[in-house]
Nanobody
Framework: QLQLKESGGGLVQAGGSTRLSCAAS????????MGWYRQAPGKQRLFIASVTRGGDTLYDYSVKGRFTISRDNAKNTIYLQMNSLKPEDTAVYYC???????????WGQGTQVTVSS
């Protein structure tokens, strides 16, 4: 079971930027699609972005044009560059292999991002 550790969250002012990282305990080279998800207080965890081995990306409309997902297979790491942050982006952010999100034990601890207005 691949272990995932998210980092880079914190308190950011509205309009600001930050970059999240997700380090995997093993190789992600053979994982077709890695994704970022977020869970706001009192809400379900939702998909926001994914990237394939070949670099193809997919975004939820709520973050498209503001967030950029990328992966470094050599470092077994996924990134999420977050720009033009809004208070509604406040959430705990998680990464995962898109094909294993149904497994409750596949999730890491996440990283909290709080955007102040």
């Amino acid at each position: 079971q691949l272990q995932l550790k998210e980092s880079g969250g914190g308190l950011v002012q509205a309009g600001g930027s930050t970059r999240l990282s997700c380090a995997a305990s093993g190789s992600i080279l053979n994982i077709d699609r890695m994704g970022w998800y977020r869970q706001a207080p009192g809400k379900q965890r939702l998909f926001i972005a994914s990237v394939t081995r070949g670099g193809d990306t997919l975004y939820d409309y709520s973050v498209k044009g503001r967030f950029t997902i990328s992966r470094d297979n050599a470092k077994n790491t996924i990134y999420l560059q977050m720009n033009s942050l809004k208070p509604e982006d406040t959430a705990v952010y998680y990464c995962n292999d898109v094909s294993t999100t149904w497994k409750s034990d596949s999730w890491g601890q996440g990283t909290q991002v709080t955007v102040s207005s």
